[in-house]
């Protein structure tokens, strides 16, 4: 009974974070100093697995996810830049629950360790495979007196990272509230699960 439990609700949950990213809805939440970076509502549905199901389900979520937009959207890039977003996100969340920290303690340790994964993925993509999209920083490198591919680079990974501290907020209160809502009425407990 537990295995398809875990198997059903790793299912669902996967599922529906494919249709909340393919529905576009994150297309009207734009992070203003660099639209092309949007707020995905589909990562609330991710960090909800992880908190109903554990570990296991949270990532395995997060990985049905993954692959779903790699199907639907046929962008590898930006499917995996989502997927380490997310799982390095979770890495965070895991890591602060396993030690018994507090909530602060786990929104910083969430932001921390996905703002260090994706700098360093956003410096490899931004700088080897798409130096030329540097260029979309150059005003703001320019206010603030820097220049050449390094100024920009580090305006770029400056504001991204800004982007990725606000995610973590975006995507962890509505998991928290949906999790608050519905745990009393879920009639099953994982070993791993928040509540």
Known sequence: MRRSIEIALTSVMGSLA???????????????????????????????????????IGFLAATIHFLGLLMFTGDPLGSTMKFLAVTSMLIGIHLSKVKGYNRLALYLLASTSRILVMTVVNAYVLYFLFPDFLTFFDDYASAVGLSGEIGLLSVALIITSIYNLLHVPFTLIPSELAYKAISSSISFRFPESRG
């Open 18 to 56: 494919i249709l909340t990213t393919i529905s576009g809805a994150y297309r009207f939440l734009a992070f203003p100093l660099a639209p092309y970076l949007k707020f995905d509502p589909a990562e609330i549905i991710d960090v909800l697995a992880y908190f109903i199901g554990g570990s296991k």
